[in-house]
């Protein structure tokens, strides 16, 4: 946690979607906040990238990689893990600080060693690639003790931005759910990650809970040969971030609670239950690490009632990033969420466009993992419901990446009414990649 100087730093803006319009005795006011960054300047950045002293930010990135005795079937899947490892090593900005970690039942540094943190230049790139030559596939699953090692490491060195990238192969059969849920709480707000599942012997919930507890992304990877691509991808993703543990802090009035905040886009992320206090009547929410991007929020607040024809304010967003000393540096930007109360019935029952585009978004994720759910359970004729909601929300919503996973698990019969016939037979890759990327939203047409 450090200061930032407003030349490193991209410039935040908050943008505030709402009707504020509420009738008589109307109490829940719904807005969506666009949080958009811009002017951070390295996106994409990668090797042989420098930095005029104080300009860019410290960073440091842990690649765990699967190395259980799963990963030797077949016999490629290592070697495009260890292909993807380089390629990912390739696509490090000078001065980056990093390491490999091997993950089995137990977790070895691969490079550096030592406990500590190699600096990324030609040199080390190099030593680091002739390292995973050690990398070898044999012994059990413990994701826990990967992320643990990953966090111990990342400690070790003054780096601003804190990022693991995760590979892993089949389930975590070698340490129980609670141990790894611990190890997720320990790491939270300490270091973000992205989680991969390769091929389609691993557990969904289990990767993509590994990346929403550490406000990462998740994804499956099928077919091992994208592994290079694909790890290339979020490297450099990582390597435009320019400022870490960013939080959504609402301010809100005596009489005035918080029903949720979930992130809405690019994706669904819950961040309710993630509220720490900041103070009276104040609470943080955690976004995680941010580069030149722009992300969605929706806001549920509920207020007391009040007369016709009066009007206050809901809650206030801005953005802060908390400090060693405990203290927190604003950045700037804010918006106001707004209650007015009114007996015009249409003012204050129209549904404002982004709010009821988000609302749908969301249901849509929760009808493809309800309905994969009951798909898996043996009832067919309540799978049926869900995912022929869920094609119909795709539809509407313009959601074509979405409706077109679900098009390899149901026949679609009308897209417009819902209407679907489950298949008989659908690919375990097709099933796995509709549920990993179920929570994956488009953004309203503005």
Do not use: F
């Given at each position: 946690m450090a200061n930032f100087s407003k030349s490193n730093v991209p410039q935040f803006s908050v943008d505030v979607y709402q009707n504020e319009y509420l009738p008589d005795g109307g109490r829940e006011v719904n807005a969506i906040v666009t949080v958009t960054s811009t002017g951070g300047g390295t996106v994409g950045s990668a090797a042989g990238t420098t930095y005029a002293p104080g300009?860019?930010?410290?960073?440091?990135?842990?690649?765990?990689?699967?190395c259980s005795g799963s990963m030797d079937y077949p016999p490629t899947k290592m070697r495009n893990a260890r292909d993807a490892t380089a390629a990912a090593i390739d696509t490090l900005r000078d001065g980056t600080h990093f390491a490999v970690v091997g993950g089995t039942h137990v977790a070895k540094e691969v490079y550096p060693g030592a406990g500590r943190l190699a600096v990324a230049d030609r040199?080390?790139?190099?030593?680091?690639?002739?390292?995973?030559?050690?990398?070898?596939?044999?012994?059990?699953?413990?994701?826990?003790?990967?992320?643990?090692?990953?966090?111990?490491?990342?400690?070790?060195?003054?780096?601003?931005?804190?990022?693991?990238?995760?590979?892993?192969?089949?389930?975590?059969?070698?340490?129980?759910?609670?141990?790894?849920?611990?190890?997720?709480?320990?790491?939270?707000?300490?270091f973000t990650c992205d989680a991969r599942g390769v091929g389609t012997d691993w557990e969904v919930k289990e990767v993509t809970g590994i990346a929403s507890a550490l406000l990462g992304t998740a994804d499956i990877v099928a077919d091992p040969t994208g592994l290079a691509a694909d790890f290339t991808r979020m490297m450099e993703t990582a390597m435009g971030k320019e400022v870490a543990d960013v939080a959504l802090r609402l301010w809100t009035p005596v009489g005035t609670t918080i029903k949720f905040v979930k992130q809405v886009a690019p994706t669904v992320a819950e961040l309710t239950g993630r509220r720490t206090e900041a103070g009276p009547r104040a609470g943080d929410y955690p976004t995680g690490s941010w580069g030149d991007e722009s992300r969605d929020y929706h806001v549920c607040v509920e207020v007391p009632t009040a007369g016709l024809g009066q009007e206050m304010l809901a809650a206030r967003v801005s953005l802060v990033v908390p400090q060693s000393d405990g203290s927190a540096q604003n950045l700037g930007a804010q918006g106001l969420i707004r209650a007015v109360w009114t007996d015009d019935m249409v003012a204050s029952t129209s549904i404002?466009?982004?709010?009821?585009?988000?609302?749908?978004?969301?249901?849509?994720?929760?009808a493809i993992q309800q309905g994969l759910d009951l798909r898996k359970a043996g009832d067919m004729d309540g799978a049926t419901a869900k995912l022929g909601r869920a094609v119909q929300l795709a539809s509407a919503s313009g959601n074509a990446d979405?409706?077109?996973?679900?098009?390899?698990?149901?026949?679609?019969?009308?897209?417009?009414?819902?209407?679907?016939?489950?298949?008989?037979?659908?690919?375990?890759?097709d099933e796995m990649t509709l549920e990993t990327r179920s929570t994956k939203t488009v953004r309203v047409k503005k």
């Open positions: 300009q860019g930010p410290a960073a440091g990135v842990v690649i765990m990689v699967d040199t080390t790139r190099d030593q680091a690639k002739q390292a995973l030559r050690r990398l070898s596939a044999g012994g059990g699953t413990a994701i826990g003790t990967w992320l643990r090692l990953a966090d111990r490491l990342l400690s070790s060195a003054d780096v601003s931005i804190r990022h693991g990238i995760l590979l892993t192969d089949g389930r975590n059969e070698h340490e129980s759910p609670e141990d790894l849920r611990t190890a997720l709480d320990s790491c939270a707000g300490r404002n466009p982004q709010v009821a585009h988000y609302t749908g978004q969301a249901e849509l994720a929760q979405t409706a077109k996973l679900l098009a390899k698990v149901v026949d679609v019969v009308d897209a417009a009414t819902g209407t679907v016939r489950l298949k008989a037979k659908v690919a375990e890759a």
